[in-house]
């Protein structure tokens, strides 16, 4: 026997062990299939299938787990998720967890997520905690509200968030109410590594599915951070993209006294299978179009819209060529310039990856500024936070209630901001402009190179950091950081930040969530005088400039 038929034979024989103690049926199924095809075809693509399900197990990070749904250990999957839930509650009855401590379990609309749910809930039973499942699929920041509001020493999430419909995903939060940061993970996944075979662990039946309570309690402290009496004027079209924010932002609207949403019919309910867009992102092109052709048809003054967990808000506004995105730093600014003009004291905190204008609004009102690490998990644990935001859309307005993105909570206050300028004849668009002309244009852009062998990221990143550019754009690179290495202010992490001319900013950095390559681009251009527009243009240009010299820097 050659060595190949030696790996082929162990290969087949731990398919085999795995569908033996795989309680699904059909992923039962799908590896038996597997398994029969390749004993017939050892050399075809089912066999590298089967080496990839098998090529380790998927990885427990801050995220938790995400990826494709499917059999074996490298797939999200019931076998998958038991053993996941198993390790966070050894995890939590070796830090402290007694019997009858809350664990708070929700779940979005993609395929398996109330399976997992139900998964999850029966070993934290089995394990002598008190298991508490959300009523049906609800958005992300629901289960985030509810940790706290119930007492719970930690909670799950079930979703993959935006990612395609294939996959699903796993997020663990703890008792604070914020995601978990290392070591927790690190020690979570070893406590995941120690779970024996699936029919050890224990399993009850007598969880908790909750009543409304806890959402009507979460929709009512929502609508209540809109301002009682203020206008409310507007009209606005809103997508949940399929997702589960719909239900959730028509009665937080409603109960804050705004009229009901214009609703994109085709994008309304939930469907894991995402039918109308490629992507089920709003930052993704075309997601949004079904929303704006709406917004065009009604004379609409705002289109919102969520991802498909709710966690991320975004919004788009008329101009002379009809409707157009903001960037997610354009809504943090506006977001962020709306508390501090209401008076919200406290630290106003960004990922370093989202634009420094935050830095100078907080600055201006006397309040205090943080950077942190890209993620929620730890913009949500800076002290003293009044507002954080990172620009991939998502917002955090009242820590206090939520101590995550909050989609929701964010779509109101957008929506209340525009009904409070439309009062004043004014938009959303001239509260962007003067906010440029007090504090400079800080315009911002993305290189985002979506790849399908991780290697090129790798190769991308090596590439940069033993062949550094001296200039971008024509800007001359002042100063490279590498965030390997950490600092007073910053974990370690895998990225890299140039410091150019004119306070202009670049990072680079592997996507946490997908198979992506990213780089963050910043300048700031003076308006001279009123015209913004010019500055626009003018920074428009030295973005693109950036853009292309990175790219070639990096070989992408």
Not at 94 to 118: L, T
Not at 363 to 378: N, P, V
Request: hydrophobic fraction near 45%; proline fraction near 6%.
């Amino acid at each position: 026997m050659t060595d190949s038929d030696s790996d082929r034979a162990e290969l087949l024989d731990r398919a085999r062990a795995w569908a033996a103690e795989d309680p699904d049926p059909q992923t039962r199924a799908q590896l038996e299939a597997l398994v029969a095809t390749v004993g017939a075809d050892p050399d075809g693509d089912a066999a590298r299938d089967l080496a990839d399900r098998f090529a380790g197990r998927l990885e427990f990070g801050t995220a938790g787990l995400r990826g494709a749904l499917g059999a074996g250990p490298n797939r999200m999957n019931r076998v998958v998720v038991i053993r996941a839930a198993a390790g966070l509650a050894a995890y939590l009855r070796a830090n402290g967890a007694g019997n009858g401590d809350r664990v708070v379990i929700g779940y979005d609309a993609r395929h398996n997520s109330e399976v997992f749910a139900a998964d999850t809930a029966a070993v934290m039973v089995g394990a002598g905690l008190d298991a508490l499942v959300l009523p049906r699929p609800l958005p992300t920041p629901v289960l985030a509200y509810a940790i706290r509001k119930l007492g719970c020493v930690a909670g799950v999430m079930v979703t993959a968030s935006h990612n395609p419909p294939e996959d699903n995903g796993y997020k663990v939060y703890l008792g604070d109410g914020s995601q978990i940061v290392p070591p927790a993970d690190a020690e979570i996944s070893t406590c995941i590594d120690a779970v024996g075979a699936i029919a050890d662990v224990p399993l009850g039946k007598d969880w908790t599915t909750l009543d409304d309570a806890v959402v009507g309690s979460y929709l009512d402290d929502i609508a209540a951070i809109a301002t009682p009496g203020g206008p409310r004027d507007i009209t606005t079209v809103y997508t949940p993209l399929h997702g589960v924010g719909g239900e959730s932002v028509g009665l937080v609207l409603e109960r804050a006294g705004f009229p009901a949403p214009h609703v994109t019919e085709a994008q309304a309910q939930p469907d894991p299978d995402f039918p109308t867009v490629a992507f089920p992102n709003p930052e993704e092109p075309g997601a949004m179009d079904l929303a704006m052709a709406l917004a065009a048809d009604v004379d609409a003054d705002l289109v919102v819209a969520n991802d498909p967990d709710a966690d991320r808000c975004a919004v788009a506004v008329p101009d002379v060529h009809g409707w157009r995105m903001l960037r997610g730093d354009e809504v943090g600014a506006l977001l962020a310039d709306c508390r501090l003009r209401k008076g919200v004291e406290g630290v106003y905190a960004a990922s370093i990856v989202s634009s420094s204008l935050l830095g100078r609004l907080a600055a201006s009102y006397g309040q205090g500024y943080a950077e942190t690490l890209t993620g929620f998990k730890w913009i949500s644990r800076v002290e003293g936070l009044a507002f954080g935001y990172e620009e991939a859309l998502g917002y955090c307005v009242a820590p206090d209630l939520v101590r995550d993105k909050d989609g929701v909570s964010a779509l109101l206050c957008m929506v209340e901001l525009a009904a409070e300028l439309k009062a004043e004849g004014r938009t959303l668009v001239d509260r962007l402009d003067d906010l440029a002309r007090e504090h400079g244009l800080h315009a911002t852009d993305q290189l985002s190179v979506r790849v399908t062998d991780l290697a090129r990221i790798k190769d991308a990143m090596a590439r940069l950091r033993t062949s550094p550019p001296a200039r971008l754009g024509g800007l001359l690179v002042e100063r490279v950081d590498d965030l390997a290495t950490g600092s007073a202010e910053l974990p370690p992490t895998d990225g890299l930040r140039y410091r150019l001319a004119d306070g202009a900013r670049v990072i680079v950095r592997p996507s946490g969530t997908e198979p992506k390559i990213k780089a963050y681009l910043e300048v700031v251009v003076p308006v001279d005088g009123d015209d913004v527009d010019a500055a626009r243009i003018s920074a428009a240009g030295r973005l693109d400039a950036i853009r292309a010299d990175l790219a070639a820097a990096a070989g992408l």
